[in-house]
C-alpha cells in the first residue's frame, strides 16, 4: 500500500532563513511518481514539482529544491532564502504510474515565515 | 484557460440534510478526481471519473455519497443525509491524460455539518 508520511506538522522560520520539509513515502510499486503541492491561504492546492521513480537527480527551481533519494524513500523539499509569500502549508504526494493515478497524499506541513 | 472551479465555496448545513457539490474541471481534461480532506488529516482519494464512467470509486466512504459526471464534462457530488464526520474539505481535481500527469486543483469547498 501507498503512504506517505510528513512528520513535520508546523514549522516557523524567519524571513531569509533556509528550511527543509521532509516527505517519506512507501511504495511497493518500482514505477511511480512523486509530488509536492502547495496550499496558500486562499486554499486552492497549487502543483509545484512532479518526479518520477526513475529520475533521482535534485532539482532547482529559482529558490526552491528537491532532494530525491531511493535508498531512504525521501523526497524532501527546501526553500532558501525564505519570505512571507512562502507562508503555506506544503503537501508531498504519491501516484502509482499505472491505475487511476490517484494521489496519496501526507498530512501537509505549515509553514509560516516570520517577517 | 480558466482553472478548476468548485461551487459552493462553503456549505453549512445540518446533520441528516442533503448537500450538492459541484466541480467544473478544466476543458478538455478527461480525468477528474475528488478528494476529501477532514480536518488535521491527510487529504484522501474519493473516486475517478474518465470522461463520464466511473473508473475507481474505491474511497467514497459509504453509500450515502453519490457522484455523477453526466456527459463528461462537470461533476457533482451529493452527500444523503449528511452526517457530522463528513465536515472537511472537498476538492476536485482533474488532469489531461494519466501516468502521474500533473492533477490541477480547485479551491474546494468547505462543507460543515453541524
Known amino acids: 500500500a501507498q503512504k506517505v508520511t510528513q512528520a513535520q506538522t508546523e514549522i516557523s522560520v524567519v524571513e531569509k532563513e533556509d528550511v527543509t520539509l521532509d516527505c517519506v513515502y512507501e511504495t511497493r510499486d518500482t514505477t511511480y511518481y512523486l509530488f509536492w503541492y502547495k496550499q496558500p491561504p486562499s486554499g486552492e492546492l497549487v502543483f509545484l514539482i512532479r518526479r518520477n521513480s526513475f529520475d533521482e537527480q535534485n532539482e532547482i527551481s529559482g529558490r526552491y529544491s528537491w532532494n530525491f533519494q531511493k535508498s531512504t524513500s525521501s523526497f524532501n523539499f527546501t526553500i532558501t532564502a525564505s519570505q512571507v509569500v512562502d507562508s503555506a502549508v506544503y503537501f508531498c504526494a504519491l501516484s502509482e504510474a499505472w491505475g487511476a493515478n490517484n494521489l496519496f497524499f501526507g498530512t501537509g506541513t505549515r509553514l509560516t515565515v516570520i517577517p | 484557460e480558466a482553472g478548476v472551479t468548485q461551487f459552493p465555496s462553503h456549505s453549512v448545513i445540518e446533520k441528516g440534510q442533503t448537500v450538492t457539490l459541484r466541480c467544473d474541471p478544466i476543458s478538455g481534461h478527461d480525468n477528474l478526481y475528488w478528494y476529501r480532506r477532514v480536518m488535521g488529516k491527510e487529504i484522501k482519494f474519493l473516486l475517478h471519473?474518465?470522461?463520464?464512467?466511473?473508473?475507481?470509486e474505491s474511497g467514497m466512504p459509504n453509500n450515502r455519497f453519490l457522484a455523477e459526471r453526466t456527459g463528461g464534462t462537470y461533476s457533482t457530488l451529493k452527500v444523503q443525509p449528511a452526517e457530522l464526520e463528513d465536515s472537511g474539505v472537498y476538492f476536485c481535481?482533474?488532469?489531461?491524460?494519466?501516468?502521474?500527469?500533473?492533477?490541477?486543483f480547485g479551491p474546494g469547498t468547505r462543507l460543515t455539518v453541524l
Open positions: 481535481a482533474s488532469s489531461h491524460g494519466r501516468g502521474g500527469r500533473e492533477q490541477f
Open positions: 471519473f474518465v470522461k463520464e464512467s466511473k473508473q475507481d
